[in-house]
């Protein structure tokens, strides 16, 4: 479950900690895939978190969102029902693949190119920000904050979507299987192992809830609270930008 996206990675010491070049092509691969593969994975339940998102990033009609690392789409198809025709939404990602397929299921929707870490867009231009299982791709998290932060208005929310691993069994202890041993094998299954070897790896070193929203306010949001649901294992957070000095 993972947001973003020429060559094989090659291996290193830790499978989470991936050159962004070797991200990016890993998700061009895995393009035609990636849906179904989310699907199996969490059950389709993928698709009621990112409802949740949507509803924590509090948009209506006639707003304007980011959904950065946007992948296939999905939330930034969640968010433009929220802000209706009178809106707009702007799904951006690093691999061109994967906005290919988003293009496909959602036509009408803009989708560009985009590197989260320098977003191309001016200051405030936003009402919200969003992110779905892509931050933990963020070459530098807390640069890929600051830029989602920068470009929301002030009282403008961000809102990060994220798997986080449980720590009291039986569901930790349930997790680990799943991550570690099925995870890998649907990858075999579905031709590319790497992939989601990858996948546990960036979990495991993503920070927890409490690391992740001191990275938030870092990046300059306040206001910072966190859902956990689905027992512990999907973590939703969101912090507002402060009003100017």
């Known amino acids: ?123 405030a231009s936003f009402d919200a920000t969003t992110v779905g299982f892509g931050a933990r791709n963020f070459s530098d998290l807390e640069q890929g904050l600051r830029e989602m932060t920068r470009v929301v208005r002030p009282g403008g929310r961000v809102v990060i979507l994220e798997i986080t691993t449980p720590h009291r069994p039986p569901l930790s202890t349930f997790f680990r299987l799943w991550f570690d041993r099925v995870v890998p094998l649907i990858g075999k299954v579905a031709g590319d192992s790497d992939a989601y070897d990858y996948l546990p790896s960036s979990v495991k070193r993503f920070p927890g809830p409490e690391g992740l929203a001191a990275t938030m306010e870092r990046a300059g949001l306040r206001d910072i609270r966190w859902i956990l649901t689905a027992g512990g294992i999907i973590a939703l957070h969101v912090g507002t930008r402060p009003p100017e000095a």
């Open 1 to 123: 479950m993972t947001d973003g996206g020429s060559g094989r990675p090659a291996a290193t010491a830790d499978r989470g900690t991936l050159p962004e070049p070797q991200v990016r092509a890993m998700f061009d691969r895995i393009a035609r895939v990636y849906d179904l593969m989310n699907s199996v994975m969490t059950a389709g339940l993928h698709h009621a978190w990112r409802r949740r998102a949507a509803d924590v990033a509090a948009v209506g009609p006639g707003d304007r969102v980011l959904d950065v690392a946007t992948g296939t789409g999905d939330l930034a198809i969640e968010l433009a029902r929220r802000v209706g025709p009178t809106g707009e939404v702007i799904g951006s990602d690093f691999s061109q693949d994967m906005l290919a397929q988003a293009r496909r299921k959602a036509p009408g929707l803009t989708f560009e190119w985009g590197n989260a870490l320098d977003l191309a867009y001016p200051d």
